[in-house]
């Protein structure tokens, strides 16, 4: 079975500090993706990534950037310069691939982290 | 193009009384999967379906029943309230492009309360 483990339950940190949330998958799947969504206090999910488990390059947008590492089985998120806007609920997720690519839809989600940016 | 749409946003409902959460879509998806999100335990899978007249439980199956007679739409049936069923509800659709994995469209959730 599939499991993802986001340690961090809540984070506090103060404008302009550099912030990762670290998120740890397990799997049994050779082929899988992850994802990172955010959830502001307004409740929705916003996507901001994913990641195919057979591409490891790290990838940077803007302030966010990912580190995917097979290895470890880690795919981190660092947010750089934090901004009060960033406070959010951080959630990491992983879908399997079956054969021919599909995962029906279903995701696996982290316990989420609380992230709290103060001015 | 509305996306997934999820109808109530809001409900509070009493012990034993039923309701039916609402879900579209106009992506013609051919997934549509039902979360539900509790403090400290991220978003769990209740049931899933593959198209239409198809279905299957997730984790947390029980207490709900699903159906799916058309591709647009998926509503998560609460047979009997209970306090436990307490949570945040999200509606997703989704599809596989070749090689890049899912993409998933999540609805704006209901949250419902159960007294």
């Known amino acids: 079975a599939q499991k993802v483990t986001q340690a961090q339950t809540e984070i506090s940190v103060v404008e302009k500090e550099d912030v990762t949330l670290d998120c740890v998958y397990e799997t049994r799947d050779t082929t899988y993706y992850l994802f990172w969504y955010k959830q502001p206090p307004s409740g929705e999910l916003v996507f901001l990534i994913r990641r195919n488990s057979f591409d490891e390059q790290n990838e940077i947008s803007g302030r966010y950037s990912w580190n995917f590492q097979k290895s470890t089985s880690s795919f981190n998120f660092t947010i750089t310069a934090s901004q009060v806007v960033d406070s959010a609920v951080y959630f990491c997720?992983?879908?399997?691939?079956?054969?021919?690519?599909?995962?029906?839809?279903?995701?696996?989600f982290g316990q989420g982290t609380i992230l709290t940016v103060h001015p | 193009n509305a996306g997934v749409t999820q109808t109530p946003k809001f409900q509070v409902l009493k012990t034993g009384q039923s309701m039916t959460l609402q879900c579209a879509q106009d992506?013609?998806?051919?997934?549509m999967s039902w979360y539900r999100q509790d403090p400290g335990m991220g978003l769990r899978l209740i049931h899933y379906?593959?198209?239409?007249?198809?279905?299957d439980q997730g984790e947390v199956p029980n207490g709900y029943n699903v159906s799916r007679s058309t591709t647009e739409d998926f509503p998560l049936r609460l047979l009997s309230a209970a306090p436990s069923q307490t949570s945040v509800y999200f509606c997703?659709?989704?599809?596989?492009?070749?090689?890049?994995?899912?993409?998933?469209?999540f609805g704006q959730g209901t949250r419902l309360t159960v007294v």
């Open positions: 997703a659709s989704s599809y596989t492009p070749t090689r890049q994995g899912l993409k998933a469209f």
């Open positions: 997720a992983l879908s399997e691939a079956r054969a021919g690519g599909t995962s029906y839809g279903k995701l696996t």
């Open positions: 992506m013609n998806h051919e997934y």
């Open positions: 379906s593959v198209g239409a007249g198809i279905t």
